[in-house]
């Protein structure tokens, strides 16, 4: 039971545009999430979080977004530079999971120059 | 500042053959540890998580034993390796010893083929 899912393998964006990651989550018992950006061979690098009592965070160029009734957020990154083509995990945590979290499986983000 | 490492951070190893891999936390205590392994085009599994010295949990029945013998210390283990073990494994750790949903910051990853 995939309990965080990102049903887009991939995304191509054109470099000064707006990129947008997509995350679905089922476990209503959730109440904080994350952001993750890897390259390959490297260990993921933490981008930012949101905790469910808020709807949107913002850290210069990326904005999480959260709707809890649709269970989904979403990363934006805006504007989009070569240099964040990387995955993009998204991943949950909250109820019982004491502090474990729970990932997607991952988009790959290319930005083109 | 906190720093995680880990090694070696390639490795070949034959089936049936042990494997030991170690990821040290600096700058912090008593953290919480995770391993985790990434399979080929596939997302983060979580295999083992401890919240102290000589307490591991394992999520996940598998070939592969976790021990946490210090404090800021956390080991991967097996005593004979499954061609099914191949994978990019990575350490991680958190500051938060209760509640849930507190970042954890991941090390640089081993990848090991089983040949």
């Known amino acids: 039971d995939q309990q965080v899912k990102q049903n887009s393998p991939s995304l191509s964006v054109q470099e000064g545009r707006i990129s947008i990651l997509n995350c679905d989550y089922t476990?209503?018992?959730?109440?904080?999430f994350l952001w993750y950006k890897k390259y390959p061979a490297e260990g993921p690098t933490f981008l930012i979080s949101i905790s469910s009592i808020k709807d949107k965070n913002e850290d210069g160029r990326f904005t999480v977004f959260l709707n809890k009734s649709a269970k989904h957020l979403s990363l934006h990154i805006v504007p989009s530079q070569p240099g964040d083509s990387a995955v993009y995990f998204c991943?949950?945590?909250?109820?019982?999971?004491?502090?474990?979290?729970?990932f997607g499986q991952g988009t790959i983000l290319t930005v083109h120059p | 500042s906190q720093t995680i490492h880990q090694w070696p951070a390639t490795l070949v190893q034959p089936v049936g053959s042990p494997l030991s891999l170690e990821c040290t936390v600096e700058g912090t205590s008593n953290p919480n540890l995770y391993w985790y392994r990434q399979a080929a085009g596939r997302g983060l599994q979580l295999l083992f998580y401890?919240?102290?010295?000589?307490?591991i949990s394992s999520e996940v029945p598998q070939n592969l034993s976790a021990s946490r013998p210090q404090d800021r210390q956390f080991i991967l283990s097996s005593k004979k390796l499954l061609l099914s073990d191949s994978g990019f494994y990575l350490c991680?750790?958190?500051?938060?010893?209760?509640?849930?949903?507190?970042?954890?910051?991941f090390g640089p990853g081993t990848r090991l083929t089983v040949t």
């Open positions: 991943a949950a945590a909250g109820g019982t999971s004491y502090g474990k979290l729970t």
């Open positions: 401890s919240v102290g010295i000589g307490q």
């Open positions: 991680a750790w958190s500051g938060e010893k209760q509640g849930a949903g507190y970042e954890q910051y």
């Open positions: 476990n209503s018992m959730f109440d904080y």
